[in-house]
């Protein structure tokens, strides 16, 4: 019989768990859940919540690979590297345990997230539970559409936000920042916000000139009240 | 006292309504909903379960106002019409009903819908609750990331399409649909769905040039099942 695996995605929180991804997590044998070395990790107790609360399936931990921090000489590699150590952490927890499994996501599993690419390659039934996203959550908390009337928006991440400015792109929605590099964009608006539905949830919004200040605070505060922060932001062109 | 009114995301349909997207329905006095000439809208039948299912507030129709379909001379100036036309109606419901008001959206309130605009300038205490939106639904049901990994995606419209492609655009999320322009771009991949997660859902996957076709034919039967037909694709280069 094939096993089934069930990508589920769950938003911020029991408050984002759809129906049917209720259903989802009611229905398989166990949830895998990969964490950061201790077994505090905040973003592990989310999902352990989400858990107790539909269904009570039990969760079994993965402790994540240790990713190279190090600036190593072949990047590329060393991520390959991380990608594959993860793969084999997966299937290694799949081999132990028999039965219908489910991976909960953060937010939804189309947008950054790896889940996907991990188990591609395993020899299960897959499905996929779509979840609310931060960029949504983001429009939701600031009232805003994500563009101007027709207009598009382009999603991308901090890394590649100076080249999607100059190849023209004047509104845009800039995930998985590390820093906040705003420099020469004064005049432009930007919607930030923070570990959205959350601890530490803050949102920022105005000319990035003014503001700028205001949203690095809120970082630290953010960071400071959860012990972890995930921002994101929404920037339009005057 | 300051009227409330909840801008609800609800997905495509009960199996997408958030905790917390149950709770503001539950909540409201009444919902309104515009809807066109006859209330056998397909739609609108939608929201009506919803409703039902969560705590089966009255639903309040507002009939649709007409919109000039002709070649208006002036089209800026008849979409703007249009657009007052619909928030006298809605402010004309709003003033012969007292109490908390909610307006189901479709998907989610941040990508391409008219309701935070429409809303915009009347006294009220708003607030948005996300849901579930079409490109979620999309990848999931064929089990893909949006984007490659780090890389952008770019949400625009059918309108756009040809524009965001000159523009160096390889990987796209096209909403809004009327036709499917996609001469000249038989080597790129396509992902795409109609009616997702309603009736006459349809997927088609594969190059374009091999799949054209069938995508059409699936349009068309998605229309013929249910009345109605809403579609986009996730769009990449070779």
């Known amino acids: 019989m094939t096993r089934r695996l069930r990508v589920i995605g769950f938003g911020m929180g029991p408050q984002h768990v759809t129906p049917e991804a209720a259903e989802a997590i009611r229905s398989v044998d166990y ?116 563009h101007e009337v027709g207009a598009p928006v382009h999603v991308t991440t901090g890394r590649r936000l100076r080249e999607a400015v100059a190849a023209g792109q004047d509104n845009l929605v800039v995930m998985l920042n590390s820093g906040l590099d705003l420099d020469g964009l004064d005049d432009w608006r930007i919607w930030w916000g923070a570990n959205l539905g959350a601890a530490g949830e803050a949102l920022v919004a105005g000319r990035v000139g003014d503001v700028r200040d205001d949203v690095l605070a809120a970082r630290d505060a953010a960071k400071a009240e959860a012990g972890w922060v995930m921002d994101l932001f929404l920037l339009r062109a005057p």
């Open 31 to 146: 949830l895998v859940a990969f964490a950061k070395g201790d077994r505090d990790d905040p973003l592990l107790a989310v999902r352990a919540e989400v858990a107790r609360r539909y269904g009570d399936p039990p969760v079994v931990v993965v402790p994540d690979p240790p990713r190279d921090r190090a600036d190593p000489a072949d990047y590329p590699a060393a991520v390959r590297d991380w990608h594959e150590a993860r793969v084999a952490a997966l299937r290694g927890a799949l081999e132990e345990r028999p039965g219908d499994v489910g991976i909960l996501v953060w937010g939804d599993p189309s947008l950054y997230d790896s889940t996907l690419r991990l188990i591609d390659g395993l020899d299960v039934e897959v499905d996929v539970v779509p979840g609310i996203s931060a960029p949504q959550l983001l429009a939701a908390r600031h009232q805003i559409v994500l």
